[in-house]
């Protein structure tokens, strides 16, 4: 089946401009996670959805980083007044849920470049 | 805090040569343990996996690894690697205290395998 799919794959903005990245995760998952990496780094988590609602959001660095999953599918993240040390590339994951169903599954990321 | 460490940032070998990734966690409570590779300019894929029963696990493509837990170690060995094996290696823990199943991931090692 189709697996986690992400759009944009790049994104090129300015300096304080707003940004939106969509994730859409496997069908059936209820658990969405979002993570960012920044070169030579790993994976570093910002944000969890079980459900529509964000259960944990303790890894979102300031105020200017917001996401939603409006209907429990679809999630987006939002980026205000982009700074440069944004740019990393970000990563969405999708899962069953808690216990053993925890294994996340991985999109191709999208790349966001602030000039 | 909880943490993950992947003790060798770069291992260089050639092909058909043995290997071992070491990664090491920082918890005293249950984990759920994982190997994730990535190839250049691509998304994470899972390629192993921890979650309950026996110890050493196997993926389809000849990789293993241990969870030791007195050792808090998951080391990733394969017995002979081919070209085809050269990318970015991250090992990645969840920690039940959690509830979230958030991934905390290491830094990454770098598996450059030579002719």
Known sequence: GAGVSQTPSNKVTEKG????????????HTALY?????????PEFLIYFQGTGAADD????????????PE?????????????GDSAVY???SSLGGGERVTQYFGPGTR???L | AQSVTQLDSQVPVFEEAPVELRCNYSSSVSVYLFWYVQYPNQ?????????SGSTLVESINGFEAEFNKS??????????VHISDTAEYFCAVSFFSSNTGKLIFGQGTTLQVKP
């Not at chain 1, 979002?34 to 790993?42: A, E, N, P, T």
């Not at chain 1, 303790?58 to 999953?69: E, Y």
């Not at chain 1, 429990?72 to 440069?84: A, C």
């Not at chain 2, 050792?71 to 002979?80: D, G, I, M, V």
């Open chain 2, 43 to 51: 998304g994470l894929q899972l390629l192993l996996k921890y979650l």
């Open chain 1, 34 to 42: 979002w993570y960012r990496q920044s070169l030579g780094q790993g």
């Open chain 1, 17 to 28: 401009k707003y940004v939106e990245l969509r994730c859409d995760p496997i069908s059936g």
């Open chain 2, 71 to 80: 050792q808090t170690s998951f080391h990733l060995r394969k017995p002979s």
């Open chain 1, 91 to 93: 990563l969405c994951a």
């Open chain 1, 58 to 69: 303790s890894g979102l660095p300031n105020d200017r980083f917001f996401a939603v999953r």
């Open chain 1, 72 to 84: 429990g599918s679809v999630s987006t993240l939002k980026i205000q007044r982009t700074e440069r």
């Open chain 1, 112 to 114: 966001l470049l602030v």
